[in-house]
């Protein structure tokens, strides 16, 4: 890990490779210097599903795919995929629960060709009615598609369930019925809505002089208005979940197998916890493997994850045969962990691979990017990217274990499948149950 880590650092120092940022007609623009040809500009797009009722979920994605897909008035569809094409360059789109983007790609000697591109997309995109409705048809496929995926499926109706009434039960990627019915005015709107210097920021990660970057970007943000930045009425950024009661929501359906996913607290991100937690999640995640797939084959795939989100949480997730055996085995394990914790040995083994994994996510241009616009918009300071090797290092058992205490609490459950196979009274109850067989 050090020496992938000083390779890293070593990259930062010719020709002053050093990340910084800059202001440019008044978008923050973060640059992190890359050593290879790939010149990767992501314009980051703060606010996601707080932004729009659930009747418009999905119009933002769609919006941007628009942009992506259907050419400006200086280029119509065919020509700017043509050129585009041509040198193999990419733009692209992505919708989230707190922010959206869209993304160049492309070779450095490529860069002056193919970046009035992705201005012109920004700013004079030309959503012709034909276009966009082959756009949309696409979209709404996509989604239909996604809709038959119980992967899919549980995740939507755990956020649905979880969030209820706040943004985060809307799905940004929408579904089949809504997407079909976005009109060309819709997403014209909604575009003028979403591009505000306000709501953006934008990452460069390339090798190129801030010269450069900076003739590039002025003309193209010297057009975009001011806007007011988004403000969620509903769910605002350092509210922890909680939840006053464990809850189940049983939708049964007739699947191969069952799936599961629970929902439950976390720290702020940038918060003094947060670190700590985050290397617990991944040291429960380890312990739930062995317990849950090695030792009582309940599952192929048990995962507990930290979502890294303006309100985070925690995801317990499995697909199983035995629901009931599953959540009294979690629940058990959670409760050992709270009364013996985890050791200190444990911690330095995962700290190694934390870090390990945390630095493979910035060996391309597009994850270092990726890493860099969510750090900004999630946890308010991009350069938390760079500074995890001592973060992570200034991390200590004790803390792991009170973060792991005080966040890991009521936990609000989806189960979708056979339903004489659950006893929801097993994943409501407040005392950990003994065994699957009743709850108490």
Known sequence: VLGLFACHGSTLQAQTYKP??????????????????????????????????????????????????????????????????????????????????????????DFDIVFPLYADAINIPAFTPADFLVARQNHANFAKLMETFPDQAITDLAYATAFAGKPYATSPYGDSASISSFSVAQVREHWRQLFTKSRMVIVVVADLPEKKIREALTPMLAKIPVGKKPVSTTMQKSQPVVFPSNTIRVAPKKLETNYLYGITGAPSPGSPDYDAYAIAIRMFSDRQFLEIRSKNGLSYDPSVRLQNMKNSFTAITASTGEPDKFIVLTRQLIDSINKTGFTAV???????????????????????????????????????????????????????????????????????GNPEKVNPELFKQEQTPRSAKKAF
């Open 346 to 416: 444990e911690l330095q083994n995962k700290k190694s691979g934390y870090l390990t994994e945390e630095y493979m996510n910035m060996e391309s241009n597009e994850r270092m990017a990726s890493l860099l616009g969510r750090n900004e918009l999630v946890n308010g300071n991009w350069r938390r990217a760079l500074t995890l090797k001592d973060d992570i290092s200034k991390v200590g058992v004790n803390e792991v274990n009170a973060a792991f205490k005080k966040y890991i609490s009521r936990m609000s459950w989806v189960y979708l």
């Open 20 to 109: 910084y940022d800059m202001m440019v007609s008044g978008v923050k623009v973060i640059v992190h210097p890359a050593r290879n040809k790939i010149i990767l500009v992501k314009t980051f797009l703060d606010g996601g599903v707080s932004t729009y009722p659930p009747a418009k979920a999905g119009l933002e994605y769609l919006t941007l795919t628009a942009q992506a897909e259907c050419g400006t008035l200086k280029d119509n569809k065919n020509s700017f995929k043509g050129k585009l094409n041509n040198v193999n360059a990419q733009i692209t789109a992505a919708s989230g629960s707190d922010y959206s983007s869209l993304a160049l790609n492309c070779i450095d000697s």
